[in-house]
């Protein structure tokens, strides 16, 4: 089955800087790479979710970028703000058979004032 | 997602005791979902329903049970065979089974054993 492994566990930087969290995957049949922010005590929200025919997508501040042959997709966080500061939660998922959305373990960041 | 509504918000049981999560979805979605979050950890499956009267078991079914009578309802029950229950249960929902469809999830059930 799918293995997605996400890194830093925790990431600290300054207001106004760039936030990048990795996640690689174990599946090459994944195609759905959807990320989830989560306040504190809160229900996680898709933020932005990328499909394996894309390499990057952005919406805003938020980009993601996706190399399906080292099988590594990656978040990235321009001009951060405090109200960036939560857990993020990347996952990966396939079409095929029945492959369910797989998480990583989560990245606490916190943007310094 | 915020037409998925779970009750209660929290929730203490004493062991030997079963209880059951609300998790109610307006959305007219097919798929219905369970995870639990520990500290520290990602969200990990616990049952999931692509279409009512049917369920599929995930990764960490044991002590679990679920029902899915009806489209916008999928109700959890810990049972007292769930020998580590203290966590934060979060329902989500999809338009449809296939797992690459964006889920949505509910606020949550933080469920505390006594």
């Known amino acids: 089955g799918e293995n997605v492994e996400q890194h830093p566990s925790t990431l600290s930087v300054q207001e106004g800087d760039s936030a990048v969290i990795k996640c690689t995957y174990s599946?090459?049949?994944?195609?759905?790479f959807p990320w989830y922010k989560q306040e504190l005590g809160k229900r996680p929200q898709l933020i932005i979710d990328?499909?394996?025919?894309?390499g990057e997508k952005k919406d805003q501040r938020i980009a993601v970028t996706l190399n399906k042959t080292a099988k590594h997709f990656s978040l990235h966080i321009t001009e951060t703000q405090p109200e960036d500061s939560a857990v993020y939660f990347c996952?990966?998922?396939?079409?095929?058979?029945?492959?369910?959305?797989?998480f990583g373990q989560g990245t606490r960041l916190t943007i310094n004032p | 997602d915020g037409g998925i509504t779970q009750s209660p918000k929290y929730l203490f049981r004493k062991e030997g005791q079963n209880v059951t999560l609300s998790c109610e979805q307006n959305?007219?979605?097919?798929?219905m979902y369970w995870y639990r979050q520990d500290p520290g950890q990602g969200l990990r499956l616990i049952y999931y329903?692509?279409?009512?009267?049917?369920?599929q078991k995930g990764d960490i079914a044991e002590g679990y049970s679920v029902s899915r009578e009806k489209k916008e309802s999928f109700p959890l029950t810990v049972t007292s065979a769930q020998k580590n229950p203290t966590a934060f249960y979060l329902c989500?929902?999809?338009?449809?089974?296939?797992?690459?469809?964006?889920?949505?999830f509910g606020p949550g059930t933080r469920l505390t054993v006594l």
């Open positions: 599946d090459s049949a994944s195609n759905y």
């Open positions: 996952a990966a998922s396939s079409f095929q058979g029945a492959q369910k959305l797989v």
């Open positions: 989500a929902s999809s338009t449809s089974g296939i797992f690459t469809d964006t889920q949505y």
């Open positions: 959305l007219n979605h097919d798929a």
């Open positions: 329903s692509q279409i009512v009267n049917d369920f």
């Open positions: 990328i499909r394996s025919n894309v």
